[in-house]
Structures are given as C-alpha cells and as structure tokens.
C-alpha cells in the first residue's frame, strides 16, 4: 500500500500520456507519422522525466519501471498491434534510467 501512495500520480500521468495521446493521434494529421513521433519521441521522454522526478523524490525502484512497462503493455491492444510489443522493454530500461539518474540526486538531498 505504501508503494501505491508514493507511485500513483507518476503512474497516472504515464496512463494519461499513454491513452489520451494516441486517441488524438489521428486528428494531427498522419495517422502513422503521429504514431511514430509518439513512440520514439514523445513516450521515451515522458517516461524518462517522469521516472527521474520519482527517482529523485523516491529513490530508486524496480517496481516503478516495471508497473510502467505494464502501463504500456496494455495500450498495445487497444491502439497498436504486436509489433509494438518491444516497446514494453524499451520504456521499461528508460524507466531504469530515469529512477537511477533521479536516486543520484535523492542521494545528495539527503
């Protein structure tokens, strides 16, 4: 339960991201242009911010990455298809990088 306090805003605002982002993509423009800077632009640095302001006011943690990952994982159905599935991995290890690059600076806070 503590977990869940400390990490509920950050996971809500990666679901945000993650949902409201795509349902616009097609009023953009290019449906598939849209997709792409969402995946390789947009969600990478969402989630490498996001987890570096918990790493930072958290410390690090594994569940956080993971529970992001899975955040993720269940976009892939509803607006993407499989190919897509690699992404999980990828905002998983940004996600790492994010809470370790903030636990640096949790370190000297403290």
Do not use: H, Q
Not at 70 to 97: G, K, Q, R
């Amino acid at each position: 339960m503590n977990l869940l306090k400390k990490t509920w805003i950050y996971l809500l605002i990666c679901t945000l991201v993650f949902y409201i982002l795509p349902m616009t993509s097609g009023y953009w423009g290019g449906m598939m242009d849209d997709e792409i800077i969402l995946l390789f632009l947009i969600f990478p640095c969402v989630c490498l911010i996001t987890s570096g302001i918990y790493g930072v006011k958290n410390g690090f943690s594994l569940m956080f990455p993971i529970l992001v990952g899975l955040l993720f994982l269940s976009t892939i159905f509803v607006f993407y298809n499989s190919t897509a599935l690699i992404y999980v991995a990828v905002y998983s290890v940004i996600s790492i990088i994010g809470c370790g690059l903030g636990r640096l600076f949790y370190k000297c806070e403290k």
